[in-house]
DNA sequence: CAGTGGTCTAGACCACTTA
DNA sequence: AAGTGGTCTAGACCACTGT
């Protein structure tokens, strides 16, 4: 860590230094997904901080669940494959407290176009650079209940388009395939009415609500991982939401 | 304190004990909105702790958005009145990252019945208990947005049907008069059809489509603070969400 | 048993606010 | 200058997991 002197305007925290490293480790790919880090005595050693400096680090990264932590055993890089992470973003469950239904894909299609005016802005690359579209159908319980469409940077994923099928959760390919952690999103609902597309894909009739989630996924080097937008049918379903 | 000695089976932190006495300072009104607390020294030495453990209860107080900690300054006990603490619930903002709107409110009715088998369920109270019904239209930039519906327990809120014109952050009322603080919520969206009652508040056709917002708000206390039902029209706003 | 993270302490010093 | 919270350290002991 070579112990940077703190010039007086530009005041960082030690605990913020080692932070910064250690996402840095984790945008680099040093610490993978899956695997244990040296214990904090060894990273306390290594960095030449204290043990407790270490800790308040390794603390904040648990809290954003990049790190899972176990009394006993060790810190670990979070996968997400583990339920919760899933469902942190995927919030669709039965109604009233029920719990919630694991998706299925079909009808899947992914073309390679060149992005959008306004995709190019939100996704922070360049005017017309290439993106993957990919829409598809998501099943629970076997009923088709959302239409969804998602706008992935090309940049970020080659040859996503020559992956053949792709897997349920995207999140988890971004993940392992390209290292890519999807660490939050920034979302706006509203009501619409299903489009021609939607009822053929949803098996809806003319004039039916539909909830419109448009999401953008960020990731942890701070960029933009994708653009999500999901038509959700939700007469069987609510998008669940908790306050904290 | 009294530093209660910790059985083995039945184990808490001592920190964690610390906390729940500050909860408890909290929720018996000893510590009241916007009062600053004794500082750490005062209050490890009060209970016989260190100045770290009190610091670590503190701290995730902070963290839960129940006290404000100022360098320099002291601990205060938050104030649902800030800018942050009304948009943690009022998320209709203006559309594509805009800002959020500043909402009033109209057409106000508030009756007293007793609570329909779900409510009470809900509520967590006693099968047709009274509760209040409160029905109001609101309106952001003057236009009406929201048709709200809140249903809340009168043995928490004894008088609220007497109070006169309710103020436009309800919460802050359930605060200062009632000492009830709402510290998070579960929410549940869908969309829907516009009723009768919907277009009539928010001047919509037949057959437009709503986005509901079904919120039970949670006391600090661990009860339930009141339901609310938004019915909302996003044309010209949407719902936010960022997930962290 | 050794090794990990979790809790707790005591004390030093820093940054910020107020008077 | 005095008082507050914020950072950092060093060390002790506890709880849990594996071998």
Redesign the pocket.
């Known amino acids: 860590m070579e112990r940077v002197i703190?010039e007086?305007p530009g005041?960082l925290?030690?605990?913020?230094?080692v932070y910064d490293f250690m996402v840095k480790q984790l945008t680099n790919g040093v610490w993978k997904a899956g695997e244990a880090?040296p214990?904090?005595?060894?990273l306390a050693a290594q960095l030449?901080?204290?043990?407790?400096?270490v800790?308040?680090a390794?603390?904040v990264l648990?809290q954003e669940q990049l790190l899972d932590?176990?009394?006993?055993?060790?810190?670990f890089v979070s996968t997400l494959t583990q339920e919760r992470s899933l469902f942190r973003f995927f919030r669709l469950r039965r109604e009233a407290g029920g719990d919630f239904g694991i998706p299925t894909s079909e009808d899947e299609k992914i073309t390679r176009r060149p992005a959008t005016e306004r995709e190019a802005e939100v996704l922070q690359i360049a005017r017309r650079a290439p993106v993957y579209e990919i829409k598809r159908t998501r099943l629970l319980d076997g009923a088709p209940i959302v239409f969804e469409t998602v706008i992935a940077p090309a940049s970020r994923y080659p040859g996503l388009d020559r992956l053949g099928r792709l897997p349920n959760a995207l999140y988890q390919l971004y993940q392992h395939q390209y290292g890519v952690n999807v660490v939050g999103a920034d979302e706006e609902l509203r009501a619409d009415l299903a489009s021609p597309e939607d009822r053929q894909r949803l098996g809806l009739e003319e004039g039916a609500p539909i909830l419109q989630i448009r999401r953008i996924a960020l990731a942890l080097d701070g960029g933009r991982a994708e653009i999500r937008i999901s038509r959700c049918d939700t007469r069987r379903f609510v998008y669940a939401v908790s306050i904290r």
């Open positions: 703190d007086r005041f925290p030690l605990y913020r230094q880090l214990s904090e005595q060894v030449g901080v204290s043990q407790g400096t800790r308040k390794l603390d648990a932590r176990h009394q006993g055993r060790g810190t």
